[in-house]
């Protein structure tokens, strides 16, 4: 990842997963963002207007972070007009159940997806996409993940003369005006554009 420097040292740059629920995907229903979390009762806010009645924090079964699950009473989503936009019909004494991360987490990734909307995080974004072009041009072109060097000092020098023919064949391209290489096509996606 593009480390930044910042005022009280250095971060990462990179995207926040976007929410990945059907709801927000195809942009019908309710996600995640549409309820209000209320901390402190450790309850949550439907767009219903209706409180959470059950809440607890659970390791999630395919990575172990940990995540709260928080469910709304059938009673209330039932009836409720806005039924059809929530995530599935209520059955038995649960209705709408949303999952989330742990409080710290959940603030953290929304004001990464808040600042990832503005200019100034995408220019920055747009610094590291240039930078990892140019790692990936320097491991394709002079092999730079191995060394054939076994000291620190000679291996530093083929590094210097990896970056030296980096420079001068971006310089012979500029010079006779090769346009630059697009970006991969894998032999599937190949397949797939002929078909």
């Not at 901390?39 to 924090?57: I, Q, T």
């Not at 059938?74 to 038995?92: D, F």
């Not at 990734?109 to 320097?138: C, F, M, N, P």
């Not at 030296?164 to 599937?188: K, V, Y």
Request: a positive charge; glycine letters at 8%; proline letters at 6%.
């Amino acid at each position: 990842m593009f480390l930044a420097a910042a005022g009280r040292g250095m971060e990462l740059l990179g995207p926040a997963p976007h929410d990945s629920s059907r709801q927000s995907r195809e942009d019908q229903g309710f996600s995640r963002a549409d309820f209000t979390i209320d901390w402190d009762s450790e309850s949550a806010v439907c767009p219903g207007g209706h409180r959470s009645f059950e809440w607890w924090e659970q390791k999630h079964h395919r990575n172990g972070t940990p995540v709260l699950k928080v469910f709304f009473s059938a009673e209330h989503c039932r009836p409720c007009p806005k039924q059809t936009w929530c995530t599935k019909p209520p059955s038995g004494r649960r209705g709408r159940g949303i999952t989330f991360l742990p409080r710290e987490r959940h603030e953290a990734l929304e004001a990464v997806r808040q600042a990832q909307e503005t200019d100034e995080w995408k220019h920055r974004y747009a610094i590291r996409a240039g930078v990892e072009g140019t790692i990936s041009q320097a491991i394709r072109v002079t092999a730079l993940r191995r060394t054939r060097y076994r000291n620190l000092p000679t291996t530093r020098l083929g590094h210097v003369f990896a970056a030296t023919a980096l420079n001068l064949t971006r310089i012979d391209r500029w010079l006779t005006g090769t346009p630059l290489r697009g970006t991969r096509t894998s032999h599937l996606e190949s397949l797939m554009l002929a078909a």
